[in-house]
């Protein structure tokens, strides 16, 4: 059983930069593929980026491309998401995921998550 815990959330102005924790235990950590989700109030749940389990490889949603960056740390089994020029509408609920399979990450059905971490950017 994977227990993932985010961290790293907080109330930034818009414009602010953020970077946001996943320490990961329970697994073998390197055989996972991760990924970044988020829920805004009112709205469902989704995608952010993920990154193969080499670490190599990534995926972005157009919505932060260019200013997100998801990166994985197989030897400290940690997983980071670094936003930059943040805006209002990033305010959401950031929650870390984690599957055997990169694809299954992107399409929203990773078997582990965490339990969030609150990002609020204000105007």
């Known amino acids: 059983q994977v227990r993932l815990v985010e961290s790293g959330g907080g109330l930034v102005q818009a414009g602010d930069s953020l970077r946001l924790s996943c320490a990961a235990s329970?697994?073998?950590?390197?055989?996972?593929?991760m990924g970044w989700f988020r829920q805004a109030p009112g709205k469902e749940r989704e995608f952010v980026a993920s990154?193969?389990?080499?670490?190599?490889?990534?995926y972005y949603a157009e919505f932060v491309k260019g200013r997100f960056t998801i990166s994985k740390d197989n030897g400290k089994s940690m997983v980071y998401l670094q936003m930059n020029s943040l805006k209002p509408e990033d305010t959401a609920v950031y929650y870390c995921?984690?599957?055997?399979?990169?694809?299954?990450?992107?399409?929203?059905?990773?078997?582990?998550w965490g339990q969030g971490t609150q990002v609020t950017v204000s105007s």
């Open positions: 995921a984690a599957d055997g399979r990169e694809t299954v990450v992107r399409r929203g059905s990773p078997k582990y």
């Open positions: 329970g697994g073998t950590f390197s055989t996972y593929a």
């Open positions: 990154v193969s389990w080499t670490g190599s490889i990534t």
